[in-house]
C-alpha cells in the first residue's frame, strides 16, 4: 500500500519586458507498507519518506528573437539528501516561421524502495546463498547531464517538420554486483557509466482539409560501460534494452457524416536485452492499429478499434524463450457518451 500526499505552490510574474519568472515549493510524504513474502521482500516493510522541493525559471529576452531560460530545481530527499537539477535553454527565431535551439541540462534519479531496499530470498539451507538480491545500502542517484540542439519549420502553409540531436553523458547508473563466495546475493550498486547520442524527426503535412498525415523517425546510439575496476554482472547490458530506429506514420481522415478513420502504422528495430551476463534479442517488426469512429451527436460516439492487426502476435520485450509475453492481435468496440 502506497499513500501519498502533494502540495504544490507556483508564482509566475513579469520582471519588465525582458524578465518571466516563474518559482515554486514543493512538498511530497509517502507511507508505503508491503506484506512481504518468504522470497519477495522490502526490508523495513514499513517506511515513511519526505521530499522537499524549489524551483525558479527565468525567460529572459536577449535581443529580438532572442531569449535565454535558466532554472533551476534543488530537491531534499531521505536518501541522498540534496539534489540539483539546473538547464539552460537558447531560443533563436531565425524567421516568423523557423526556430533553433539548445539546451544542456542536469537531471538525476533518485534512489527507490527496489535499489536500496529490496530482497529477493532464495529459500536454501546453509551454507548455500540465503539471498538472489540484496538492494545496495549505498546506492546513490543516476546523473545525466543532456545536451539538445533542434531545428523546426513551418513548411508552407500544410506542412511542418522539426528535427532534434542529443547527446547524454551518464555516470552511476545501477549496476548488479556479484558478492562471495557462490555470486549471490547480487547487491544494486553504480558501477555503469556511459553516453547515449541520436536524433528525432519528425513531420505533419495537412494533404486536404480532411486528411493528415503525421511521420516520425528516432535513431538511439547507446554505450554504456563498467567502470575501470568495477563489476556489473550484466556487463552493462542491463540499462540498454532500447531498440536503435523507430518510425511511425500516422493518418487521420475525416469522413463525410461524422466520420473518422485514423490509422497508424509503425516499426520498432532489433532490441537487445539481457538475461544475467548473456544477451538476447527481440526481433524488429512492423505493427498497425486502426480506428473507426462515428459521433452520432455531440454526446454520443461510436468506434471499432483494430490493434497490432498485421500479426497474430509479436514480442516487444523480454529475453527469448518460450514463457516470453507477446503482444496479440486485439478488435473492439466502443460505445463513449459524454455528460
Known amino acids: 500500500d502506497l499513500d501519498t500526499y502533494d ?27 508491503v506484506g512481504n513474502s518468504p522470497t519477495v521482500g522490502f526490508l523495513p516493510p514499513h517506511q515513511k519518506r519526505n521530499l522537499f522541493s524549489v524551483f525558479a525559471q527565468d525567460e529572459i529576452l536577449l535581443v529580438k528573437d532572442v ?17 540539483w537539477v539546473p538547464s539552460v535553454r537558447l531560443k533563436f527565431a531565425l524567421t516568423p516561421k523557423q526556430l533553433l535551439w539548445a539546451g544542456i541540462s542536469r537531471a538525476v534519479r533518485t534512489p527507490s524502495r527496489i535499489d536500496r531496499d529490496l530482497i529477493q530470498r532464495t529459500g536454501l539451507p546453509p551454507p548455500l546463498p540465503s539471498a538472489i538480491f540484496n538492494g545496495g545500502p549505498d546506492f546513490i542517484s543516476e546523473t545525466v547531464f543532456a545536451y539538445e540542439l533542434g531545428y523546426r519549420a513551418q513548411l508552407g502553409e500544410r506542412a511542418s517538420a522539426s528535427l532534434s540531436l542529443f547527446y547524454n553523458d551518464y555516470d552511476h547508473l545501477r549496476s548488479f554486483t556479484p558478492t562471495a563466495p557462490f555470486g549471490f546475493p547480487l547487491v544494486t550498486h553504480n558501477n555503469v557509466e556511459g553516453t547515449t547520442y541520436g536524433l528525432e524527426f519528425t513531420a505533419t503535412v495537412q494533404l486536404s482539409d480532411s486528411w493528415r498525415l503525421r511521420g516520425g523517425y528516432n535513431l538511439l546510439e547507446e554505450h554504456l560501460r ?23 506514420i500516422r493518418s487521420s481522415m475525416e469522413l463525410p457524416q461524422n466520420v473518422t478513420l485514423d490509422a497508424g502504422l509503425r516499426w520498432v528495430g532489433t532490441l537487445h536485452n539481457n538475461n544475467g551476463p548473456t544477451p538476447g534479442t527481440v526481433p524488429s517488426y512492423f505493427e498497425l492499429d486502426l480506428r473507426l469512429s462515428w459521433q452520432v451527436t455531440t454526446r454520443l460516439e461510436f468506434s471499432l478499434i483494430g490493434q497490432n492487426l498485421l500479426h497474430n502476435h ?25 455528460f
Open 314 to 338: 509479436h514480442a516487444e520485450y523480454g529475453y527469448p524463450n518460450p514463457t516470453r509475453t507477446e503482444i496479440q492481435r486485439s478488435v473492439y468496440g466502443k460505445a463513449a457518451w459524454r
Open 7 to 33: 502540495i504544490d505552490f507556483q508564482h509566475r510574474f513579469h520582471l519588465g519586458l525582458q524578465n518571466s519568472i516563474i518559482w515554486g515549493l514543493g512538498y511530497r510524504f509517502t507511507d508505503n507498507k
Open 67 to 83: 531569449s535565454l531560460t535558466l532554472g533551476t530545481k534543488i530537491e531534499r530527499n531521505d536518501y541522498t539528501g540534496v539534489e
Open 226 to 248: 563498467v567502470k575501470p575496476g568495477q563489476v556489473d554482472f550484466s556487463n552493462a547490458l542491463n540499462e540498454t534494452a532500447d531498440p536503435q530506429q523507430q518510425f511511425s
